[in-house]
């Protein structure tokens, strides 16, 4: 994502808006792929009359990770995260925790010591943005599905928790992603969004600003993880089956991070391969 709001794929002819109609030959019924930022809050969409008018004529929704589970694959296992930490990371996160949660939320708590490695990254980031746990933390994707549920509207997961996670023998790579956001506790002013310099901030209003190169036939100018164990190029390729069998079966809107959408491993590209049409649908 940093690639992406530092100009990497931000050149060129933008394209103002985060919603691509999918189209073909073999259904007639209408389609939608949504770029989302899991740090703003689903009522920034609301404003959006195309926004508003495909998610309510559609009737199922696929997003990244809800409805979730947290059951590991039967088998395979996972790494817990308290595993890999020092003595001085521990005692770190530990006081961050209680700092940000209260005094009985520290690493002592029951529920983390069985957290995984991307389940305490995705803690760690939650934490830094919300600063304490009675502020509110607006997560699109989330309030997206929630509507959905409101509405008696169905609902699917494109992947679970254990498909993001590390394997017991990936214990090197773990350590290595988990140490880099360990690191960010020291820079929490860059996960502030009340400083308009901070990078958080920063993509906050990258977001908002509508304006994109997709770069659709560009590779991707590095691999990004983005706090798991899988690449987002990955991620997209595992997506694809699933998605592909769902958007026959009826109204349909994928809703995923807009950095899925991007350069010529992102969904857009890798649907047009399919031989589907995708059409942005401008939102200026």
Known sequence: MHALINGQANSGNPIATILWEIKSSEWQHAAYLIGTCHVVGKSWLDQWKPVTEC??????????????????TPGLGYIKALDLLSSEQYDLLDAFFRERSGESEGLEHEEAKDISVVGMISAIKEMLIRKNAQRPFHQMDYELYQSFVHANKMTKALEYSWDLDFRPDDKAAAKSLLDVFVRQVHHAREWDTDRADSIIARTIAWYHSLSFNYALDEEAPSPEYAGTAVTVAERNRRWLPGIMHALPEGPTVVAVGIGHLFYNTGLV???????????????R
């Open 269 to 283: 590209t890798l649907l047009q391969q399919q031989g589907l049409i995708l059409l942005p649908v401008s939102l």
């Open 55 to 72: 998610l309510s004529a559609a009737d199922c929704l696929y997003t990244e990770c809800f409805p979730s589970t947290t059951v590991n």
